[in-house]
């Protein structure tokens, strides 16, 4: 099977713009979860969702969003970009409830 | 927020020595998982432990919790320079959490040839 693949790898943006990063998880899993990973916050929660819904959000701003689509397919979403949002953005998926999750490779994003 | 601290925040060791890594958390939990990442890549999954579980073992890691202390230990025996990496424990809320993880802040471990 193949695994968590998310797109772009690597973005560059400036202060201000929006972008909208993207994963694919593995075959059969619904639920798919964003972590976003910095030096000075390590590693912390942004969302879940199982099939189409949010069913938990992190203690993010509004300008952080997600949505997922009937192929599990997931999308985040960070608007008015900000520099402290350059960070390495996770995803990862899980088949069940309370089980092992499997990780992409990240996007690391950069705002300048 | 993260959850709790892990001990200790590096480890330098030779190859073939025993690496002992600790982790503390501050709530209930459902489960505690141990991931690996290599040089700010994506999160390999090392193992699961469910609270109501003691010890387990996969190859050569062992993992005990210690639930009344909020604490557990991820043990990698006879390590290989392969085994650098950032280490990471992560719990799973018993209060629905469903599969949000709280992550701690990591270990840094490098295995020296």
Same mark, same amino acid.
């Given at each position: ?7 772009p790898?690597y973005l560059i943006k400036t202060r201000g713009q929006q972008v909208t990063l ?9 639920? %798919?979860?964003?972590?976003q990973q910095t030096p000075g ?20 701003p509004?300008r952080f ?12 979403n960070v608007s008015t970009l900000e520099l402290g949002d350059s960070a390495l953005y ?17 996007t690391r994003l950069t705002v300048l | ?42 999160? %390999? ?69």
């Amino acid at each position: 099977k193949a695994g968590v693949t998310q797109t772009p790898r690597y973005l560059i943006k400036t202060r201000g713009q929006q972008v909208t990063l993207s994963c694919s998880p593995i075959s059969g899993h619904r639920s %798919v979860s964003w972590y976003q990973q910095t030096p000075g916050q390590g590693l912390q929660f942004l969302f879940e969702y199982f099939s189409e819904t949010q069913r938990n959000k992190g203690n993010f701003p509004g300008r952080f969003s997600g949505r997922q689509f009937s192929n599990s397919r997931s999308e985040m979403n960070v608007s008015t970009l900000e520099l402290g949002d350059s960070a390495l953005y996770l995803c990862a998926s899980s088949l069940w409830d309370d089980n092992e999750q499997f990780f992409g490779p990240g996007t690391r994003l950069t705002v300048l | 927020s993260q959850q709790g601290e892990e001990d200790p925040q590096a480890l330098s060791i030779q190859e073939g020595e025993n690496a002992t890594m600790n982790c503390s958390y501050k709530t209930s939990i459902n489960n505690l998982q141990w991931y690996r990442q290599n040089s700010g890549r994506g999160l %390999v999954h090392l193992i699961l432990i469910r609270s109501n579980e003691r010890e387990k073992h996969s190859g050569r890691l062992r993992v005990t919790l210690d639930t009344s202390k909020k604490s557990s230990s991820l043990l990698i025996t006879a390590s290989r320079a392969a085994d650098t990496a950032s280490y990471f424990c992560a719990t799973g809320s018993d209060s629905g959490g469903y599969n949000k993880l709280i992550f701690g802040a990591g270990t840094r471990l490098a295995v020296h040839p």
